[in-house]
């Protein structure tokens, strides 16, 4: 195990750091004194497992494949932005945008997320305990959200694809989202990651009106853009 102290250092020089010791063959690299840095652990594109101690700024893990990523603490805006492949797990909260665009593995935030959460998923599993703010999943067209709590207004608007899991309130949904009942295979999702299947889930979809225009439906269309 290797340990990097971030004071006095630039996010380029640590992430380079990273690459090196993993390009060595270290399994696993401890980032400490991380004091809110941005862009902490990102760009890494090896199966390698990296311990922030503390809390970072945004953009934290982003563009990763592969990589295993352990936050104790909080993280700013675009907590694993397009993550390919791989594991992230923050202990605190999350800023908006977690997991935006991501295109596959497993995203978890034990406390709440901001808003935006989940915007244009490809793929993976992004998972809240807590609550999310307004326009989470919006445009996503693949992959699963799972949220433990509340859902901010917007929730899915003009979602395509994927599924979005909601143990708590929803605000509002957004335009073209649906609620309909949680299915066999939703539940042994909850269950499987862990969380509470006698919640009162809810399960969100694509209504589909959007998927194609109709010139008849434009009041439908009219309100989306």
């Given at each position: 195990?290797?340990?990097?102290?971030?004071?006095?250092k630039?996010?380029?020089d640590?992430?380079?750091e990273?690459?090196?010791f993993?390009e060595?063959?270290?399994s696993?690299?401890h980032l400490?004194?991380?004091?809110?840095?941005?862009?902490?652990?990102?760009?890494?594109l090896t199966?390698?497992?990296v311990?922030?101690?503390g809390?970072?700024g945004?953009?934290c893990?982003g563009?990763?494949?592969g990589?295993?990523l352990?936050?104790?603490?909080?993280?700013?805006?675009g907590l694993?932005?397009?993550?390919?492949?791989?594991?992230i797990?923050?202990?605190?909260?999350?800023g908006?945008?977690?997991g935006?665009s991501?295109?596959?593995?497993?995203?978890r935030v034990?406390?709440?997320?901001g808003?935006?959460?989940g915007i244009?998923?490809?793929?993976?599993?992004?998972?809240?305990?807590?609550?999310?703010?307004a326009?989470?999943?919006?445009?996503?067209?693949?992959?699963a959200m799972i949220i433990g709590g509340d859902a901010?207004e917007?929730?899915g608007?003009?979602?395509?694809?994927g599924v979005?899991l909601?143990?708590?309130r929803i605000?509002?949904?957004?335009n073209?989202a649906v609620v309909?009942?949680?299915?066999p295979?939703d539940?042994?999702?909850?269950?499987?990651v862990?969380?509470?299947?006698?919640?009162?889930?809810k399960?969100?979809?694509?209504?589909?009106?959007?998927?194609?225009?109709n010139?008849?439906?434009?009041d439908v269309w009219?309100?989306a853009?």
């Open positions: 195990m290797v340990q990097i102290d971030c004071r006095l630039s996010a380029v640590l992430n380079r990273i690459r090196f993993t060595q063959g270290e696993e690299v400490i004194h991380p004091e809110g840095r941005h862009n902490l652990a990102v760009g890494i199966c390698v497992r311990t922030v101690e809390t970072a945004y953009y893990g563009l990763c494949d990589i295993r352990d936050v104790h603490g909080d993280t700013g805006w694993g932005e397009n993550l390919m492949s791989g594991e797990f923050v202990s605190g909260n999350a908006s945008a977690a935006a991501m295109r596959g593995g497993v995203v034990e406390g709440c997320a808003p935006r959460a244009s998923m490809k793929g993976g599993v992004l998972i809240i305990e807590g609550s999310v703010g326009m989470s999943g919006f445009m996503m067209q693949k992959g901010g917007g929730l608007d003009s979602m395509y694809e979005i909601v143990g708590g605000r509002a949904l957004g073209d309909t009942e949680p299915r295979e539940l042994d999702l909850i269950r499987n862990g969380l509470d299947t006698g919640l009162d889930w399960r969100v979809e694509s209504g589909k009106k959007l998927w194609y225009f010139k008849k439906e434009w009219k309100v853009l």
